[in-house]
C-alpha cells in the first residue's frame, strides 16, 4: 500500500468515526434522525469538511447539504456524488455516511491534483432517506426533484405531530430557501453504498456496480376499534384493535407467496393507542413495506395486503388504509455502468454486476439523469444494527473509481 492510498484509507476511517459521534443512543448503535440535534452535529461536520476540500456550501429548503466546486463552463448542469447522512434507529455507522464520505474525498483528490474540469461537481448529503422520522423514505431526493411537491412535504408529520416545516425552524434550518432543483441542472448522478447483504463478501470481490434497485411501496394502515376496561369488558363485546391488527399482521407472509422469490413484506413499525397494560386498544396504526424486483408482483402484493387489511373491517372495527410510498423497479443508466465498469478494470479492481434489493436516491434521481451506483461488502453482511462494518480499504477503493469517473463526466465533451 503506498503513503497516498494509506492516507485515503485512514481519512475515511476518521470520517466515519467522527459522524458515529452524532447518535441519540451511543454505545446502541446510530441513532440520528432528520432535523435532531444529531443531525445538526453531523451537518456541521460535513460543512467543515466541505469547505476545508474548496467547495462551495449551501442547503435547501429541505435541509439538503450541497458543497460545490465550479467548472469551467458557466451555468453547466452538475455532476452529483453523494448519499444520505440520516440513520434507522439503533442502526450502523456506514449506511449513508459512507457515500457522503466518498464524495468528500472524490472532491479532495479533484483539489489535490488541481483537477480542471468543464461541468461541476457537487458533493450532497440528503436527508430522510430511511423515513424513519417522517413517512415514505426518500423524502430529501422526491422534494429537491419535485416528486414530493413542497405543498406535500409541508404536510409531513413525524410520530409526535411534529411537521416537516416545525422541525427544520426548531433545528434552525430555512424552509423559505430554494428547494426545487432546476431542472436540467444535473449532468450524472454517482452514489456508494454498502451492499447491506452477503455476495460481494461471499464472493471475494471489492465492487459492485448496480445495475438495478428493486421496487417497493409503503402503506400505512389504521385500524379503529373501541377502548375499555381490561377487566369488565366481556371478550364477546369487544372490539379491540389490536386483536384485528394482529390478524392483519400475520397474514401479510402468506401475501408474499406465490410471487417471485424476491418479494418481501415487511411490518416494521406498529403503535397501539392508548398504549395501557389494562385498557383495550381503541387504535393501532402500522405500517407495511413491501418489495420486488418486478413491478407486477410489487403491485400485486399491494393488491392482496390492502383486501387483507379490509377484510377485517366489521363488527365495530373500522380499517384505513394511506398510501406513502410507490416506486417502480429502476435499471440504472448504461452508459455510466459501462464507466464504472471501465474505470474499474482499468484501475485493477474487481468488480460484479449486483441488484439491489434496497431502495436507494438513485431510484428516484433515475428518472432525471443519468444515475449509477457502486456497492462495497458489508461483513457478514449485516446493516440497519450496531455490528454494520465495511472494511475501509473497500470504500477506498470505491473513491478510486468515482474519482475516475467524475473526472470523465466533467470533462468537456
Sequence with gaps: MNGSEKSLQERIETHIAELERFTATPGRGTTRLTYSPQDLGARAYLKERMREYGLDVREDGFGNLFGKREGTIEGAPSVLIGSHFDSVPNGGAYDGPAGVIAGLEVARLFAENGTRHAYPLEVFALIE????????GLMGSRAMLGVLSKEEFAR???????????????????????????????????????????LLEDSGIPVGVVDAI????????????????????PMNRRSDALVAASRIVAQLPDAAEGEEES????????????????VIPDRVVFTVDLRS??????????????????????????????????IAPKRMDESVRALLREKSGALGIAHRPISSGAGHDAM?????????????????????????????????????????????????E
Aim: aromatic content about 6%; overall charge negative.
Design 214 to 233: 428493486v421496487g417497493l411501496a409503503q402503506v400505512q394502515i389504521t385500524v379503529k376499534g373501541r377502548a375499555g376496561h381490561a377487566g369488565t369488558t
Design 156 to 198: 409531513q408529520t413525524d410520530k409526535d405531530g411534529v411537521t416537516t416545516i416545525e422541525a427544520m425552524r426548531a433545528a434552525g434550518l430555512d424552509p423559505s430557501l430554494p428547494g426545487r432543483r432546476e431542472q436540467g441542472s444535473i449532468k450524472a448522478y454517482l452514489e456508494l453504498h454498502i451492499e447491506q447483504g452477503p
Design 263 to 278: 418479494t418481501v413484506v415487511t411490518v416494521g413499525r406498529l403503535n397501539v393507542f392508548p398504549n395501557g397494560a389494562n
Design 293 to 326: 424486483g418486478a413491478e407486477e408482483h410489487v403491485r400485486s402484493v399491494l393488491a392482496k395486503t390492502k383486501e387483507l387489511a379490509l377484510a377485517a373491517a366489521g363488527d365495530g372495527i373500522e380499517v384505513e388504509i394511506e398510501d406513502q410510498l410507490y
Design 364 to 412: 428516484i434521481f433515475a428518472d432525471f439523469t443519468a444515475a449509477g451506483m457502486l456497492f462495497v461488502p458489508s461483513r457478514d453482511g449485516l446493516s440497519h444494527c450496531p455490528e454494520e462494518w465495511t472494511d475501509a480499504a473497500h470504500i477506498a477503493d470505491a473513491v478510486r473509481i468515482f474519482h475516475e469517473a467524475a473526472r470523465a463526466l466533467t470533462e468537456a
Design 129 to 136: 432517506e430511511e423515513g424513519a422520522r417522517f413517512p415514505g
